[in-house]
Nanobody, 128 residues
Framework: QVKVVESGGGSMQAGGSLKLSCVVS???????????MGWYRQAPGKERERVAD???????TYANSAKGRFMITRDTSKSTVELQMNNLKPEDTAMYYC???????????????????WGQGTQVTVSS
């Protein structure tokens, strides 16, 4: 059973930085760690929204709200993905979820419902 575990959330003042980390384990072929991974977030009263994702080639995509401020990176040797968040804004306050799809390499899902594996989430709170 695939397990996704996030870490690194916390509280920060606007303009600060945080780095989120995620480790994926338990999928059938643990030697094959090169697949789609990403981050979603959900603020109170709002729908989950994609923040960023990265495919097997290292190509990444970002939500408009994240472009220029966030960076997603991965370490395929460790099956981990990180989200470096800079210049944080109060509107970035949300629960952040790591997602993984060990069955997809190149074209990562563009809908939340199509990501099969989710972590429990890590809270990010940005104060003004």
């Amino acid at each position: 059973q695939v397990k996704v575990v996030e870490s690194g959330g916390g509280s920060m003042q606007a303009g600060g930085s945080l780095k989120l980390s995620c480790v994926v384990s338990g999928h059938a072929d643990m030697a094959d760690t090169n697949y789609c991974m990403g981050w979603y977030r959900q603020a109170p009263g709002k729908e989950r929204e994609r923040v960023a994702d990265i495919n097997s080639r290292g190509d990444s995509t970002y939500a408009n709200s994240a472009k220029g401020r966030f960076m997603i990176t991965r370490d395929t040797s460790k099956s981990t993905v990180e989200l470096q968040m800079n210049n944080l804004k109060p509107e970035d306050t949300a629960m952040y979820y790591c997602v993984a799809d060990p069955q997809t390499r190149e074209f990562c899902a563009n809908l939340a419902s199509r990501w099969p594996n989710w972590g429990q989430g890590t809270q990010v709170t940005v104060s003004s």
